[in-house]
């Protein structure tokens, strides 16, 4: 399972520290592994240059949406 460095956001985070790409990142969500009902998220931050992965702390739970 590929690990995240942390990020700590300053201003307006665009930047790939590891390969100064400027344009941004793409979103990945991973499951807690401690979360035995699997609905508790950690949201991923990751370079579309270089791949480097990163965690900034984002932490989110889903739940259930009713299916119209």
């Not at 590929?2 to 790409?21: F, I, K, M, S």
């Not at 979103?27 to 579309?48: A, H, M, Q």
Request: net charge neutral; charged share 25%.
């Amino acid at each position: 399972m590929p690990q995240a460095r942390q990020l700590d956001v300053t201003d307006w985070q665009h930047t790939c520290p590891e390969c100064d790409y400027e344009n941004g990142f793409h979103v990945s969500f991973r499951r807690t592994r401690g979360d035995k009902e699997g609905n508790d998220i950690s949201v991923w931050l990751i370079c579309p240059s270089c791949s480097a992965r990163f965690d900034v702390g984002l932490r989110t739970r889903l739940v259930q949406v009713a299916r119209a």
